[in-house]
């Protein structure tokens, strides 16, 4: 199970890219409304999140946490403290978390990118704390998967593809979708 989480203000291409992917290759992923199951993203379309945040469960069946960014999207994550007792969970137990835009500002703010190769959107490098921060499009270090923003969301959703079934079917998916990347 992937729980993609959505928060007011969320960036509608960041979260819904890597659920297209990650359903494209049969990986079970439901989105959260942080606080509600109708959640307006940052242009304005409201999504019907699977599932509210109540309704999560953190057990053995988690394979990974996903936060999309966007503002305010970001800021009301971080500020849900079931979003960052989900994602500390997933961190403890050495499971995927994957973050894109200003989303991994959490991450840094959390600790949980020391030493790690991180990347966030453009102006958001400073709160990467103890990143090894190198520009790049998207980053895979560990547990952890960074992405810059909504340009490269479908790149992003097939690393984490990649992570959770391996490198043979992102591939497929990726050709299946045209990617260039």
């Keep these: 199970m992937v729980y993609l989480f959505l928060a007011e203000g969320f960036e509608i291409v960041e979260a819904l890219a890597p659920v297209d992917i990650l359903r494209r290759g049969k990986v079970e992923i ?7 199951k109708a959640v307006k993203s940052s242009c304005g379309v409201e999504v019907a999140a699977d599932i509210t945040i109540d309704e999560m469960v953190l057990d053995e069946s988690v394979e990974a946490v996903i936060l999309p960014g966007g503002m305010p999207g970001t800021l009301n ?7 960052i007792e989900a994602v500390k969970y997933c ?3 050495n499971i995927l978390i994957g973050a894109i835009c200003a989303a991994p500002s959490i991450l840094g703010h959390l600790g949980m990118l020391s030493g790690k190769k991180a990347t966030a959107f453009p102006g958001f490098e400073t709160a990467l704390e103890g990143a090894v921060y190198n520009n790049g499009y998207v980053e895979h270090d560990g547990n952890i998967v960074t992405a810059r923003g909504m340009g490269v969301a479908t790149e992003f959703g097939l690393e984490l593809l990649a992570a959770l079934r391996g490198k043979g079917l992102s591939e497929k998916v990726k050709a299946s979708v045209q990617c260039r990347a």
Excluded at 77 to 83: D, G, H, I, P, Q
Aim: proline letters at 0%; zero cysteines; glycine letters at 6%.
């Design 30 to 36: 439901v989105t959260v409304g942080a606080d509600s």
């Design 91 to 93: 961190f403890e137990r």
């Design 77 to 83: 994550l971080e500020k849900n403290s079931k979003v």
